[in-house]
């Protein structure tokens, strides 16, 4: 006898409404979108397309000079590591025990000779500083050479296409012409990366000037230092707080003389020449830190800060966050890496989106 199944759900008619309303918010969707999706002239799109791999390119190009410019400070600090145990040596020689003998005399003279001694062996302040400036120079050169061939390079690739004609980008036909086009359109995407975006961005950063970036990272470097590591008013006395900011003279030296004095005055009659010179060691891996990494505790906060700034329920919590943000940013506390990095990605989206003005937007009206 033969068994009749039950008739199968009519599924395509039950699904049929479902999908029906789907395709009709998808239409509504498309519509919706393309009222408010930028719609860019096709020759521009197709030039945009043609820029972009190189815009790429010097986007990881200017990435990697960052780290080629720390190196730059990484093996200055291995070079003078070396000379740790013949600064030990100078400290515990005849004329160092002389000079501490003599400094129950005539105050300070001890401290002024440590100071001789470590920047005879190893670094004077003004060394540490033209160092931290020629780092920094060093990337802004960089940044700038890499923006020259990026713009030539464009030129080069767009000058002969149809956005160089006279109702697109005409100042394609010439080189002068189109850096000045692009200068312009900068400054007009200045305000609005600024506003949409939150990037702080100096002056100094926008127009490119290495000296004065790097006499304010300088300077901002300087005050983390004496924060950090710690200034006695026995070592430096009241130019410690100029010497803060300056980076004047002695303010390295007594900065790490005085993490070592007292052990040095303890150890009198041995011979401590490894363990002063470990304890040197030490002391400049620490110095290496703070002026690449920062301040630990400072970048903690400034983790905080940026996460409070975004996902605080509180609209008054996230402006009080990013307010403390922005602070700490200007601190210097965050150290040299950080501050490349910054530079480097304000850089990065000034060029993109000057190029996109110039490209996509139709240029300096």
Same mark, same amino acid.
Request: aromatic letters at 8%; glycine letters at 10%; proline letters at 3%.
């Given at each position: 006898?033969?068994?009749?199944?039950?008739?199968?759900?009519?599924?395509?008619?039950?699904?049929?409404?479902?999908?029906?309303?789907?395709?009709?918010?998808?239409?509504?969707?498309?519509?919706?979108?393309?009222?408010?999706?930028?719609?860019?002239?096709?020759?521009?799109?197709?030039?945009?397309?043609?820029?972009?791999?190189?815009?790429?390119?010097?986007?990881?190009?200017?990435?990697?000079?960052?780290?080629?410019?720390?190196?730059?400070?990484?093996?200055?600090?291995?070079?003078?590591?070396?000379?740790?145990?013949?600064?030990?040596?100078?400290?515990?020689?005849?004329?160092?025990?002389?000079?501490?003998?003599?400094?129950?005399?005539?105050?300070?003279?001890?401290?002024?000779?440590?100071?001789?001694?470590?920047?005879?062996?190893?670094?004077?302040?003004?060394?540490?500083?033209?160092?931290?400036?020629?780092?920094?120079?060093?990337?802004?050169?960089?940044?700038? $050479?890499?923006?020259?061939?990026?713009? #030539?390079?464009?030129?080069? =690739? +767009? /000058?002969?296409?149809? *956005?160089? @004609?006279?109702?697109?980008?005409?100042?394609?036909?010439?080189?002068?012409?189109?850096?000045?086009?692009?200068?312009?359109?900068?400054?007009?995407?200045?305000?609005?990366?600024?506003?949409?975006?939150?990037?702080?961005?100096?002056?100094?950063?926008?127009?490119?000037?290495?000296?004065?970036?790097?006499?304010?990272?300088?300077?901002?470097?300087?005050?983390?230092?004496?924060?950090?590591?710690?200034?006695?008013?026995?070592?430096?006395?009241?130019?410690?707080?100029?010497?803060?900011?300056?980076?004047?003279?002695?303010?390295?030296?007594?900065?790490?003389?005085?993490?070592?004095?007292?052990?040095?005055?303890?150890?009198?009659?041995?011979?401590?020449? $490894?363990?002063?010179?470990?304890?040197? #060691?030490?002391?400049?891996? =620490? +110095? /290496?830190?703070?002026? *690449?990494? @920062?301040d630990k505790k400072t970048n903690e906060r400034y983790g905080n800060a940026r996460f409070h700034s975004t996902w605080s329920w509180s609209s008054a919590d996230r402006q009080a966050?990013?307010?403390?943000?922005?602070?700490?940013?200007?601190?210097?506390?965050?150290?040299?890496?950080?501050?490349?990095?910054?530079?480097?990605?304000?850089?990065?989206?000034?060029?993109?989106?000057?190029?996109?003005?110039?490209?996509?937007?139709?240029?300096?009206?």
């Amino acid at each position: 006898m033969r068994t009749h199944n039950a008739d199968p759900k009519p599924r395509g008619r039950f699904f049929s409404p479902w999908r029906t309303l789907g395709v009709i918010a998808g239409l509504l969707l498309m519509a919706v979108g393309s009222q408010y999706l930028p719609h860019h002239d096709p020759i521009r799109l197709e030039a945009w397309n043609r820029v972009q791999p190189r815009l790429q390119s010097t986007d990881e190009a200017t990435k990697n000079e960052v780290n080629t410019s720390t190196e730059q400070i990484k093996k200055f600090f291995a070079q003078r590591k070396q000379n740790a145990r013949a600064f030990a040596s100078d400290v515990l020689g005849l004329n160092g025990k002389w000079a501490y003998l003599k400094g129950y005399i005539y105050e300070g003279s001890h401290e002024r000779y440590l100071e001789e001694c470590f920047e005879r062996n190893l670094f004077s302040s003004a060394e540490l500083k033209s160092l931290i400036e020629s780092a920094v120079s060093r990337y802004v050169s960089e940044i700038q $050479g890499r923006e020259n061939q990026l713009l #030539v390079a464009i030129r080069a =690739d +767009l /000058e002969g296409s149809e *956005l160089a @004609g006279p109702n697109y980008l005409p100042a394609l036909s010439s080189e002068g012409e189109f850096r000045r086009e692009y200068d312009a359109m900068l400054q007009k995407v200045l305000p609005i990366l600024t506003r949409d975006l939150g990037i702080s961005v100096t002056r100094e950063v926008v127009s490119l000037v290495g000296s004065e970036i790097a006499a304010t990272l300088v300077m901002e470097i300087g005050v983390s230092l004496a924060t950090e590591l710690g200034i006695s008013g026995g070592i430096l006395g009241a130019g410690a707080s100029s010497g803060a900011v300056t980076f004047g003279v002695g303010l390295v030296a007594g900065i790490l003389v005085d993490m070592t004095l007292d052990w040095i005055i303890r150890q009198a009659g041995y011979d401590p020449e $490894g363990e002063i010179a470990a304890k040197v #060691v030490q002391s400049l891996d =620490d +110095l /290496e830190r703070v002026i *690449l990494e @920062g301040d630990k505790k400072t970048n903690e906060r400034y983790g905080n800060a940026r996460f409070h700034s975004t996902w605080s329920w509180s609209s008054a919590d996230r402006q009080a966050a990013w307010a403390e943000a922005q602070s700490i940013e200007s601190s210097g506390c965050l150290g040299l890496t950080r501050q490349l990095n910054h530079i480097n990605d304000v850089r990065s989206r000034l060029r993109d989106e000057t190029l996109k003005g110039l490209i996509l937007n139709g240029g300096v009206e």
